[in-house]
């Protein structure tokens, strides 16, 4: 099982590429359908991978940062432009409203922060930027926690897959706990506000 998901993910992103790992950034950070996709876990792979030589860090750190900024961006400003309609769609595949209640009170509670913290939870960092444009939260603020929150993480988690992989031997072996333990990570906040409400 292990070098199943392992090989497997390793896999998908040497097919992928660049290009690839940047769509798949700017699709999770700001498109409907981008909430399925694994951020945290692709970023922290493409950073192991780059220790190997798979990739340049520099180039990734560039494109994975300039591909988390470039999908906020576009998600702000498509809730901006749709504005409450977005709370009257029906449920479907890519779109649960859930989802925009779970980032509208993650909103409430972590202020313009969130565009920051955000960043680091799955399926709510999809939400949150279309969230700041249907609230019109200021266009500067949200631009400038935007590139703050976009250096952090497409900076952060690439580089720590990256020093991971420099200095620690064969830590491939160990992936998959540890994209277990990012993702269990990125969750935590969730569950304990869930159990806080509680």
């Known amino acids: 099982m292990d070098s199943i998901i392992h090989f497997d993910l390793s896999l998908l992103i040497k097919t ?3 290009l690839g790992i940047f769509f798949f950034i700017f699709a999770e950070s700001g498109l409907f359908f981008g ?4 951020g945290d876990s692709l970023l922290f792979t493409a950073g192991l991978l780059a220790s ?17 900024i470039l999908g906020d961006q576009v998600g702000y400003l498509f ?5 409450p309609k977005i709370f009257n769609r029906d ?11 779970e980032a509208e009170i993650f909103y409430q509670n972590y202020g313009k922060k969130t565009i920051i913290l955000a960043r680091f939870i799955p399926i709510v960092r999809t939400f949150v930027p279309i969230l700041a444009g249907v609230g019109k939260m200021h266009y500067k603020k949200f631009f400038t926690y935007n ?11 690439p580089l720590l897959g990256y020093f991971l992989g420099e200095n620690i031997p064969n830590i491939d072996k160990y992936l998959l706990p540890i994209i277990l ?14 159990f806080k409400k509680k």
């Open 35 to 38: 909430f399925f996709l694994p």
């Open 16 to 18: 992928i590429g660049y």
């Open 52 to 68: 190997q030589g798979y990739f340049n860090i520099s180039i990734l750190i560039l494109l994975t940062t300039l591909g988390a």
């Open 181 to 194: 333990l990012i993702i269990f990570l990125s969750i935590l906040p969730t569950i304990l506000s869930f």
């Open 79 to 83: 809730g901006k432009k749709i504005g």
């Open 147 to 157: 590139i703050i929150g976009g250096i952090l993480w497409g900076l952060g988690i």
């Open 91 to 101: 449920d479907s595949f890519f779109f649960r409203k859930k989802h925009i209640t």
